[in-house]
């Protein structure tokens, strides 16, 4: 069974700075997907980014990276350029290669704080 | 943008009885799940759908729950007695395949007393 570890429950950051978010897994598949999602105080859950295993290069979408190490089993998200609108609960979430569902197991989460 | 959406957005209801809650996928997709998510603790997988049947299922999703898509467009969670433990956010989600990004709904917070 895999198992997603997010070891920071808060962290917060000054707007227009840089901060990095935790996250560690662990599993016996070489291939998998990674997901950081967004959970505003909506409360509805948004992917910001994903990652696949298989890939060496760390996705970026925008202001949002990932670093991605395989053999350490580590998948932070860095957000540049903190916005106040990135106050959330950020998750980070594991999917098994296509041939062992689609189910996601996430972690416990990171509330991230932007402060103006 | 469409979205998933879900009623009600809070639930109460007495130890014993029994809970529908109602999600609407995005209209194409064609996989759904539920997720819940114990105040204070992790989400947590509770069962795949697809094609009118149960794909996947975790420990959790025992004989208390049921999942059905009565029509089009709904797709619904079951708890048949529920339990002070089943309070939970409970999130729908679907997806236009199986290994697509999944879209979530804002959830329904339940409150067994």
């Known amino acids: 069974a895999q198992t997603v570890t997010q070891s920071q429950p808060e962290m917060s950051v000054q707007e227009a700075e840089t901060v990095t978010l935790s996250c560690t897994y662990d599993t016996s598949e070489n291939n998998y997907y990674l997901f950081w999602y967004k959970q505003p105080p909506s409360r509805q859950m948004i992917l910001v980014i994903r990652?696949?295993?298989?890939?060496?290069q760390n996705a970026t979408e925008n202001r949002f990276s990932v670093n991605f190490q395989k053999a350490a089993k580590s998948f932070s998200l860095k957000i540049s350029d903190s916005q106040l609108g990135d106050t959330a609960m950020y998750f980070c979430a594991f999917r098994p290669e296509e041939t062992s569902g689609s189910r996601l197991t996430f972690g416990e989460g990171t509330q991230l704080t932007v402060n103006p | 943008e469409p979205e998933v959406t879900q009623t009600p957005s809070h639930q109460v209801t007495q130890m014993g009885q029994e809970v529908i809650l109602r999600c609407v996928p995005i209209s194409n997709h064609l996989y759904f799940y539920w997720y819940r998510q114990i105040l204070g603790q992790k989400v947590e997988f509770l069962v795949s759908?697809?094609?009118?049947?149960?794909?996947?299922k975790s420990e959790i999703f025992d004989d208390q729950f049921s999942v059905e898509r009565p029509d089009g467009s709904n797709f619904t969670l079951k708890i048949r007695s529920t339990k002070l433990e089943d309070s939970a956010m409970y999130f729908c989600a679907s997806t236009p395949g199986q290994y697509n990004e999944q879209f979530f709904g804002p959830g329904t917070r339940l409150t067994v007393l």
């Open positions: 990652q696949e295993a298989y890939k060496q």
């Open positions: 759908f697809y094609n009118n049947e149960i794909s996947e």
